[in-house]
């Protein structure tokens, strides 16, 4: 079993940076694929950012590559998500998300466990 709890996420202008945090409980979580997914107001909740247990490969969605960063540490049982260059259209509840499977996968389904969220606001 593996609880997830996310924290890190504020109203930020255009162009700026935050980082995500997300917290692991359970034993087993190093050997766990996870991920960043969001869902904005009446959209669908989407895949971000995806990590393998090791730290690599990594995964993003195309409208992220480039600006955002997703990392961890096995040791301390933490995934973070660095985002710069944020955009109004980021603005969203971002979601921690873990799987037991050794390749990442932007299916939400294929996820079997969740954070509770912690929401982004960007500014114009």
């Known amino acids: 079993q593996v609880q997830l709890v996310e924290s890190g996420g504020d109203l930020v202008q255009a162009g700026g940076s935050l980082r995500l945090s997300c917290a692991a409980s359970?034993?087993?979580?190093?050997?766990?694929?996870s991920a960043w997914f969001r869902q904005a107001p009446g959209k669908e909740r989407e895949f971000v950012a995806g990590?393998?247990?090791?730290?690599?490969?990594?995964y993003y969605k195309d409208s992220v590559r480039g600006r955002f960063t997703i990392s961890r540490d096995n040791a301390k049982n933490t995934v973070s998500l660095q985002m710069n260059s944020l955009r109004p259209e980021d603005t969203a509840v971002y979601y921690c998300?873990?799987?037991?499977?050794?390749?990442?996968?932007?299916?939400?389904?294929?996820?079997?466990?969740w954070g509770q969220g912690t929401q982004v606001t960007v500014s114009s």
């Open positions: 998300a873990a799987a037991n499977r050794l390749s990442i996968s932007t299916i939400r389904s294929d996820y079997n466990y």
């Open positions: 359970g034993r087993t979580f190093s050997a766990y694929v």
């Open positions: 990590i393998t247990w090791s730290g690599a490969p990594t």
